[in-house]
C-alpha cells in the first residue's frame, strides 16, 4: 500500500504547491480543472497533465473526471492528502483566494493578533464551500442555544466573519426565511441534490443585498475625542460606512457604537456613537447594537 505522506513529502515543493492547489479546490469547491491550474501557477498543459497524474497516483479514489464539462469532480469518498487549516482556509477564502498549501503560520512574538475563538472543523466549512460555489441545499444538523440540536434544510450563500465567529448566511427552508448560524454549532452537512427554488437564492436576501450608510462620531462623553478620530480615521470628526444591512448590526456591537438616544452609555467602553440613528430602521437585528431597545 502507498505511503501517502512519504510519497507526497517526497515531491518537488513547487508541485506540491500545485497537488495541494488541486486538493484545497476539491474539497472545497467540488471540482478543479486543468485550466485552473495553469491559470493559478502559469505552467503548461503538459506540466498540469503531469500534476493531476501525480494527484491521481497519491489518492485515486478523491476525482473522477467530467469529460462533458472537462473537470475533475469530487468524489463522495474523498479524503485530504493535505491538511488544511481552517483558520488560513477561511480568511484565505475571504480574501477571494484558496492556493497553495494551507498550513499554519508561525505567530510572531513582535506583532500578537487578539486570541480566536475556535475555528469551524475543515470538514464543516468544506460542506459549507462546497454547497455555496455549487448551488445546492444542504440538511444540516445544528445545536441551537434555545432548542439544542436538530435537523434543519438550509441554502448557504455566504460564510461571514462577524469579529467574534464565523457564521454562514442562509436560506432556512423551515421558516421560510434567511438567517445567520454559528459555523462552529454544525456537526453534521449532508448535500441534497435539487435545484434551488427563486425564493432561496442569495438574490433574493434583501437583508444582504441592500446597503445602509452609517456615520460615527466620537462619543460625547470623551475629553478628548481627537484620539478617536484618529484611530478610525475620522475626517471632520466622522467616519461613514455602507455596510450590508444584515451585517451592520454586528459592525456596531464589534466596536462598540453606542445607540442610544443622546449617546447614555456610560462605563460600558463605548468610544463611538452613532449619529443617524434612523439607520437602524433599515437595520436587520439592531436589537444586537449597544444601546438599542429592540
Same mark, same amino acid.
Given at each position: 500500500?502507498?505511503?501517502?505522506?512519504?510519497?507526497?513529502?517526497?515531491?518537488?515543493?513547487?508541485?506540491?504547491?500545485?497537488?495541494?492547489?488541486?486538493?484545497?479546490?476539491?474539497?472545497?469547491?467540488?471540482?478543479?480543472?486543468?485550466?485552473?491550474?495553469?491559470?493559478?501557477?502559469?505552467?503548461?498543459?503538459?506540466?498540469?497533465?503531469?500534476?493531476?497524474?501525480?494527484?491521481?497516483?497519491?489518492?485515486?479514489?478523491?476525482?473522477?473526471?467530467?469529460?462533458?464539462?472537462?473537470?475533475?469532480?469530487?468524489?463522495?469518498?474523498?479524503?485530504?492528502?493535505?491538511?488544511?487549516?481552517?483558520?488560513?482556509?477561511?480568511?484565505?477564502?475571504?480574501?477571494?483566494?484558496?492556493?497553495?498549501? +494551507?498550513?499554519?503560520? =508561525?505567530? /510572531?512574538?513582535?506583532?500578537?493578533?487578539?486570541?480566536? #475563538?475556535? $475555528?469551524?472543523? *475543515?470538514?464543516?466549512?468544506?460542506?459549507?464551500?462546497?454547497?455555496?460555489?455549487?448551488?445546492?441545499?444542504?440538511?444540516?444538523?445544528?445545536?441551537?442555544?434555545?432548542?439544542?440540536?436538530?435537523?434543519?434544510?438550509?441554502?448557504?450563500?455566504?460564510?461571514?466573519?462577524?469579529?467574534?465567529?464565523?457564521?454562514?448566511?442562509?436560506?432556512?427552508?423551515?421558516?421560510?426565511?434567511?438567517?445567520?448560524?454559528?459555523?462552529?454549532?454544525?456537526?453534521?452537512?449532508?448535500?441534497?441534490?435539487?435545484?434551488?427554488?427563486?425564493?432561496?437564492?442569495?438574490?433574493?436576501?434583501? +437583508?444582504?443585498?441592500? =446597503?445602509? /450608510?452609517?456615520?460615527?462620531?466620537?462619543?460625547?462623553? #470623551?475629553? $478628548?475625542?481627537? *484620539?478617536?478620530?484618529?484611530?478610525?480615521?475620522?475626517?471632520?470628526?466622522?467616519?461613514?460606512?455602507?455596510?450590508?444591512?444584515?451585517?451592520?448590526?454586528?459592525?456596531?456591537?464589534?466596536?462598540?457604537?453606542?445607540?442610544?438616544?443622546?449617546?447614555?452609555?456610560?462605563?460600558?467602553?463605548?468610544?463611538?456613537?452613532?449619529?443617524?440613528?434612523?439607520?437602524?430602521?433599515?437595520?436587520?437585528?439592531?436589537?444586537?447594537?449597544?444601546?438599542?431597545?429592540?
Amino acid at each position: 500500500m502507498i505511503d501517502v505522506t512519504r510519497e507526497r513529502d517526497a515531491l518537488p515543493h513547487a508541485q506540491r504547491e500545485r497537488l495541494a492547489f488541486i486538493d484545497f479546490s476539491l474539497q472545497y469547491f467540488g471540482h478543479v480543472s486543468r485550466q485552473e491550474l495553469i491559470d493559478r501557477f502559469a505552467t503548461g498543459l503538459a506540466a498540469s497533465t503531469r500534476d493531476f497524474s501525480a494527484y491521481k497516483s497519491l489518492a485515486p479514489d478523491n476525482l473522477t473526471l467530467d469529460h462533458h464539462a472537462k473537470r475533475y469532480r469530487r468524489n463522495p469518498a474523498f479524503k485530504a492528502v493535505f491538511s488544511h487549516n481552517p483558520e488560513v482556509i477561511l480568511n484565505s477564502l475571504s480574501m477571494g483566494f484558496g492556493d497553495g498549501i +494551507a498550513t499554519a503560520v =508561525t505567530p /510572531s512574538s513582535h506583532c500578537v493578533n487578539a486570541v480566536n #475563538l475556535i $475555528h469551524p472543523k *475543515a470538514e464543516i466549512i468544506a460542506g459549507l464551500t462546497r454547497a455555496i460555489h455549487n448551488r445546492y441545499p444542504i440538511n444540516v444538523h445544528y445545536v441551537s442555544v434555545t432548542s439544542g440540536g436538530k435537523y434543519r434544510l438550509i441554502v448557504p450563500h455566504a460564510i461571514v466573519n462577524n469579529g467574534h465567529r464565523w457564521h454562514v448566511r442562509a436560506f432556512d427552508v423551515e421558516t421560510g426565511t434567511f438567517r445567520d448560524f454559528v459555523c462552529t454549532r454544525f456537526t453534521d452537512i449532508e448535500p441534497v441534490s435539487r435545484e434551488l427554488a427563486h425564493k432561496e437564492l442569495a438574490e433574493q436576501d434583501s +437583508a444582504w443585498q441592500r =446597503t445602509v /450608510s452609517l456615520t460615527l462620531i466620537p462619543h460625547p462623553s #470623551l475629553s $478628548h475625542s481627537e *484620539a478617536i478620530e484618529l484611530d478610525y480615521g475620522m475626517e471632520k470628526g466622522r467616519k461613514s460606512l455602507s455596510v450590508r444591512a444584515a451585517l451592520a448590526a454586528y459592525l456596531l456591537r464589534y466596536w462598540q457604537v453606542d445607540c442610544s438616544r443622546g449617546a447614555k452609555i456610560t462605563g460600558q467602553g463605548c468610544q463611538l456613537a452613532l449619529q443617524n440613528l434612523d439607520a437602524l430602521e433599515q437595520i436587520e437585528n439592531a436589537h444586537l447594537a449597544p444601546g438599542t431597545s429592540r
